[in-house]
């Protein structure tokens, strides 16, 4: 570690860890309920359950991204972050946030108080005090980067970075705009969600993996930076117009499934190029990093990115195809599995590459973290496997032969099952990560090679 | 380790190359749908083409193709040192720029006044999301024109002229598929 500031990246990562552990066992509930449906009806209903699965997902990996920039933007800008206290107070703020969510929404508190209670709305349905809340430490975290970075020295990596963090931040600000008409609701809230993970969230992948390349190959930065302008171009010219693939069925104009049809088909180009980029950086470079555990995630990020966000995506995209699997298992399939590879698995390279440098120590357990890849991996793949194959049952049946919605149901639930059990190996995959993060051992691939500073 | 690779040879800049290469998918993924879409209903398509005004489309075109001579000369004016008349050149090249909007907003107004409007028929709501979104460009167009006739250096009249000329490819390519394919 160079600079004493970038410690503030680990409270970050442990409490996204945390977050992230705790997802994983509300998929795992999720997960169960499908196949025996009346688990926890009354207590915990499913829609709670569904809510605080992909909820906390989304903070927890938002977590990640801001540990992550507390700790690369201090050694691309060559200096300290502005304020640690600032850091922390955002840190607090987010995390009294989060617990007053879970607890607001597991036991319906204040119902329909316009501050306290939740919105009944079906995402964005924070309530208001905890919204106005990530407001503050979004403004306390953007003010506390900005001035690391405008002090410090300017990179093409925190650039981008800054870029897609203010993007993050501002777009969020739809979420206090509450439409009585439901088809506006929808329309405003895919501002936040897809604008986020098809448009800005795209730009803080590409400037963290353009970091890990950096670290791990030793490739020139004038390289790196190339690809990251034109991956960075690609991922907004599709991904804004991109937005219309949302906007087919409900109630919107009709210009916008042409729209979104063709724009968000070409979404698969900035993950492409994620992925092409991710390989050529290996190839070219010529440094033997150590953290070989943080390459294989970072390699794998950019993989299962493509095939989850790329392929699996433009899969339904084309509202030809769309109109028969719009909110089938298709769906879910597409979500899982993009979310797993661009998201989850960049968080974890990232967490993978730096906390080991943040505890001061030798990278260890790379073989059980490298276990772990493969463990969850497999299980998200073959979860999502199955859930196209549902989809696609459930789309004849459903949609085509028009059976009943429950009738399906009662008719894929082999595939539910087989899903419980993916999840199984995901939730085996995550334990066993967590462990090779925390618990300290001695094993480290090819001891004496190993080089704790990853020097550039 | 910085190798020369055939993208250092590329004119201008790399991102434009980036943007030119993405409208075109854009503009080409467009028509492939219109041409598609009109195998549905080839007689629908015929019927709805005929309310096009095509002298003014023919005209835009000679309008939009002179526009992108003037703002080739003006590159090649501009490296010859012929630095007031690259400046002018690119003043008229966003001036033919405007005139173009101008037939189209006049073709638009006719169109509306017709009351034919974006779901009359399929075929106008390709006719309005393609040309539209061509206008969108040509708008963009006459805007960088202008900023590069204000800051004229050499490489920037390169790369407004890479974006101007996308612009007029493509208008090239949607009139004769949209207005005269019979």
């Known amino acids: ?456 | 380790m910085s190798e020369a690779t055939a993208l250092d040879e590329l004119p201008g800049e790399l991102l434009m190359w980036v943007l030119i290469v993405s409208e075109l998918l854009v503009f080409g993924m467009g028509l492939a749908a219109f041409l598609g879409v009109r195998l549905t209903d080839p007689a629908g398509f015929a019927e709805a083409q005929d309310h096009l005004h095509r002298t003014g489309a023919a005209l835009n075109t000679i309008v939009l193709v002179t526009s992108g001579f003037l703002a080739a000369l003006a590159l090649r004016w501009r490296e010859g040192g012929a630095r007031r008349k690259a400046r002018l050149a690119l003043v008229g090249a966003a001036a033919l720029g405007v005139v173009f909007l101008v037939i189209k907003g006049a073709e638009y107004a006719g169109k509306a006044a017709q009351g034919i409007a974006w779901d009359t028929h399929p075929f106008f709501t390709f006719y309005y999301l393609l040309t539209g979104f061509h206008a969108a460009h040509v708008v963009a167009g006459v805007v960088i024109l202008m900023l590069v006739a204000w800051k004229d250096a050499a490489k920037n009249i390169e790369v407004a002229g890479a974006f101007w000329h996308m612009v007029d490819l493509v208008w090239v390519l949607l009139f004769p598929v949209i207005y005269l394919l019979a």
Not at chain 1, 315 to 321: A, R
Not at chain 1, 340 to 361: E, K, Q, T, W
Request: hydrophobic letters at 55%; charged letters at 10%; aromatic letters at 16%.
């Open chain 1, 1 to 456: 570690m160079k600079y004493e500031t970038q410690k503030i990246a680990f409270v970050y990562f442990a409490v996204a860890m945390a977050l992230f552990a705790v997802q994983v066992l509300g998929g795992l509930l999720a997960g169960w309920i499908y196949v025996s449906p009346n688990t926890l009806s009354e207590v915990l209903p499913f829609n709670i359950v569904r809510m605080l699965h992909t909820n906390s997902l989304v903070v927890w990996l938002i977590l990640g991204f801001f540990g992550a920039a507390y700790f690369l933007i201090p050694e691309e800008a060559e200096r300290e972050i502005h304020s640690p206290t600032l850091a922390y107070i955002q840190l607090a703020i987010l995390v009294l946030g989060t617990l007053g969510v879970v607890v607001t929404y597991t036991f319906d508190l204040f119902q329909g108080n316009w501050l306290l209670g939740k919105e009944g709305r079906e995402f964005i349905e924070q309530p208001k005090w905890v919204k106005a809340g990530i407001v503050v430490a979004a403004l306390i975290f953007l003010y506390n980067i900005t001035m690391t970075v405008l002090k410090g020295k300017k990179t093409a990596i925190t650039n981008i970075l800054l870029l897609g963090l203010w993007g993050l931040a501002l777009l969020f600000l739809f979420s206090f705009y509450n439409p009585g008409n439901l088809a506006l609701d929808k329309q405003y809230w895919w501002y936040i969600v897809h604008l986020w993970v098809e448009g800005v969230w795209e730009l803080i992948m590409a400037s963290i993996l353009a970091y890990l390349m950096l670290k791990l190959t030793g490739v020139d930065r004038e390289i790196v930076e190339k690809w990251l302008y034109v991956i960075v171009a690609a991922a907004l010219f599709s991904g804004i117009l991109g937005t219309g693939h949302h906007y087919y069925w409900i109630g919107t104009p009709g210009y916008w499934q042409w729209i979104g049809s063709i724009f968000s088909s070409l979404e698969v180009i900035p993950f492409f190029a994620m992925m092409a980029f991710a390989f050529v950086m290996v190839w070219k470079g010529r440094r033997d990093h150590p953290n070989k555990a943080a390459l294989l995630w970072s390699l794998g990020c950019a993989t299962l990115a493509f095939f989850g966000a790329g392929v699996w995506g433009f899969l339904h995209t084309l509202h030809g195809v769309n109109y028969y699997t719009h909110g089938t298992q298709i769906t879910a399939a597409h979500g899982h599995l993009a979310f797993f590879g661009a998201y989850v698995c960049l968080n974890i390279a990232i967490f993978s590459y730096a906390m080991p440098i943040l505890r001061n120590r030798d990278p260890y357990n790379q073989v059980l973290n490298m276990a772990s890849f493969w463990l969850m991996t497999s299980g998200m793949v073959f979860m999502t496997f199955v859930l196209t194959f549902a989809g696609t049952v459930q789309t004849h049946l459903q949609r085509v032969l028009g059976d009943y919605f429950m009738d399906v149901q009662d008719q894929i639930a082999i595939f539910y099952w087989m899903r419980f059990g993916a999840g199984v190996v995901v939730i085996l995959g995550v334990l066993l990560f967590l462990y090779a993060i925390w618990v300290p051992r001695k094993e480290v691939i090819e001891p004496g090679a190993a080089d704790k500073v990853a020097a550039e």
